[in-house]
């Protein structure tokens, strides 16, 4: 039998290393958020503004063929302890907004999307309220994504209108109902629920979804995998990761 799984509220604030950069190394520039701009680590992009992208910049690729896809833009060395700073005061507000903010990563956070759903009145209300606090501070950008788990919940901020099992009632929500939750994963790329390396191992073997990794039997991929196989297979199943 499937265990039931907790709704929950995930916001995330696109591209937040360069929202947390220009605020706190250009906030005296006021030209600078339209100037394409990139983040470098170890010589490749690891976070781009939308007028870098564009220009053709792509996260990953390495800081040379960035230079020559946009010549005027703009680089700097990515400062991971910039974004944990700049998230902090931002918690902070979600917290007042919403109760019991878990933080996940800086410009990605999750909560139970119970209470707030009882206390707005409903999943839709929850999530426009977190984005209008969030839009107050500056991040009218941020989106907000409420489903069947954490792993799920994530993946919603980052659908489009159209997807499979996808309810858009209001710019920046996504909802996806508890039942359509196979139908809503199932397309996704198999890199969403696994590790880089390991994705690619399951691609060469022909497993690129979500849904063909979760038709997969669990004893198989325990077998085959391991552990971190068999939490990508719970994780294509909306299930979350194994206890």
């Known amino acids: 039998m499937v265990e039931k799984i907790e709704r929950v509220l995930v916001l995330w604030i696109p591209d937040w290393p360069i929202h947390a950069h220009r605020s706190e190394h250009l906030a005296d520039e006021p030209d600078a958020t339209s100037r ?3 983040l470098i680590a170890q010589h490749r992009v690891v976070a781009c503004s939308a007028e870098a992208r564009q220009m053709g910049v792509l996260l990953g690729i390495r800081e040379q063929e960035a230079r020559s896809r946009c010549p ?23 917290e007042e907004t919403v109760p019991g903010v878990e933080p996940l990563r800086p410009g990605l956070c999750a909560m139970r999307a119970r209470g707030p759903a009882r206390y707005y009145g409903s999943e839709e209300a929850a999530a ?4 209008a606090r969030v839009a107050e501070l500056g991040f009218s950008d941020a989106r907000a994504g409420v489903a069947a788990g954490r792993f799920a919940a994530e993946q919603a901020t980052r659908a ?13 929500v996504r909802i996806v109902h508890s039942e359509h939750t196979s139908a ?15 994705a ?44």
């Open 72 to 94: 005027e833009l703009e680089i700097h060395p990515h400062d991971p302890e910039s974004d944990a700073r700049g998230f902090a005061p931002v918690l902070t507000a979600i």
């Open 160 to 172: 489009q209108r159209t997807d499979p099992g996808v309810h858009a009632p209001a710019p920046g």
């Open 128 to 131: 426009e309220a977190l984005l």
């Open 36 to 38: 394409p701009l990139a």
């Open 184 to 198: 809503f994963l199932a397309p996704l790329p198999v890199a969403r629920a696994a590790p880089p390396e390991f």
């Open 200 to 243: 690619e191992v399951l691609q060469r073997l022909g497993i690129r979804t979500l849904g063909a990794l979760a038709a997969l039997p669990e004893d198989a991929v325990r077998e085959r995998f391991g552990s971190p196989g068999v939490n990508a297979w719970r994780r294509a199943r909306g299930w979350g990761p194994a206890h």
